[in-house]
Nanobody, 126 residues
């Protein structure tokens, strides 16, 4: 079965950095776009970043553009989210997701993703 396992979350001060990882298994990882989403307490889950199967194209939410970088290593079946200049408003549970019904392109729409990880907590203190 498909499994997505996030890691790398934690507590960091504002202005700091974290690197999230998402290890995938049970699917042909290199064929599909991947995405990162987040959910803050009391809020809806929201899009953060997405990347095409090759890593050749990426797309970001305006709130993280210029601070976060999504990347992938298809040899390791892993997608990453490098988060710099973190702000308290970045505090959330971060989820990675796989879009296995689309082989090309990418999507920022949550409903397009059919497999999800369990999430990893990121807390940014002021």
């Amino acid at each position: 079965q498909v499994q997505l396992v996030e890691s790398g979350g934690g507590l960091v001060q504002a202005g700091g950095s974290l690197r999230l990882s998402c290890a995938a298994s049970g699917l042909t990882f290199s064929r599909y776009p991947m995405g990162w989403f987040r959910q803050a307490p009391g809020k809806e889950r929201e899009f953060v970043a997405t990347i095409t199967w090759s890593g050749g194209a990426t797309y970001y939410a305006d709130s993280v553009k210029g601070r976060f970088t999504i990347s992938r290593d298809n040899a390791k079946n892993t997608v990453y989210l490098q988060m710099n200049s973190l702000k308290p408003e970045d505090t959330a549970v971060y989820f990675c997701a796989a879009h296995t019904t689309l082989s090309g392109g990418y999507s920022y729409r949550e409903n397009d993703y059919d497999y999800w990880g369990q999430g990893t907590q990121v807390t940014v203190s002021s």
